[in-house]
């Protein structure tokens, strides 16, 4: 197609999928020199899935292992004062087979037993890349589109939680990171990720 020609809507253009990957962080509650933090990660496939276009994505959480190669994320306990520090990388790989650009939303939240989440983003610093990744309205957007097969790189290696402040903002709360990502395909759509249409309306499963 030219790039004179209309483009048809975004919900006939582009095939889309999202994949939210929850990464579970709980303060267990003891004596604050006997605290630890307990990250590990769940998966599950959102359902608003179209079926022509072939574009899925499927978001990749490691860490480093004994040996200082990285291994699947797992749970973990770890000992924290006010302050944790998680070691882990996320990824994003396009599942599908046409190329797609990718995008990632990164959103820490506590969850209340009512089942209430109360935003804390204030109250963790990530450890970010260096280089392929653009910050634009809540989104990290790759740089490069993915052809299928491949994977981004690292959008995170690690992050600290003030837990001190999440305590105080959620009392009694579990704390969870919540990783969404999302593929939109490549073909009759922008030249970048941060101009291309047809993005989810919603941000995945949590």
Not at 104 to 115: A, I, M, Q
Not at 144 to 162: F, K, Q, S, Y
Request: glycine share 12%; aromatic share 4%.
């Amino acid at each position: 197609m030219s790039e004179d020609a209309p483009r048809r809507q975004p919900a006939r253009r582009a095939c889309i999928a999202a994949l939210g990957c929850v990464l579970l962080l709980a303060l267990l509650a003891a004596g604050a020199a006997q605290q630890t933090l307990s990250a590990g990660s769940r998966s599950a496939i959102a359902q608003n899935r179209a079926t022509f276009g072939g574009v899925s994505v499927r978001v990749i959480e490691s860490m480093p292992g004994p040996s200082g190669a990285e291994v699947p994320a797992e749970t973990v306990d770890i000992p924290v004062g006010d302050y944790g520090k998680v070691d882990r990388m996320v990824r994003v790989e396009n599942a599908g087979s046409h190329p797609a650009y990718i995008r990632v939303r990164l959103d820490f939240v506590g969850e209340t037993p009512e089942g209430e989440h109360i935003p804390l983003n204030d109250c963790i610093t990530y450890q970010l890349a260096a280089q392929g990744w653009t910050e634009h309205d809540g989104w990290y957007y790759c740089d490069t589109a993915l052809e299928g097969g491949e994977r981004t790189t690292e959008l995170i290696t690690g992050m600290v939680v003030d837990a001190a402040s999440a305590r105080a903002a959620a009392p009694g709360a579990e704390l969870k990171l919540h990783v969404v990502g999302q593929g939109v395909q490549v073909e009759n759509n922008a030249a970048a990720a941060i101009d291309a249409e047809g993005w989810p309306e919603e941000g995945g499963e949590r």
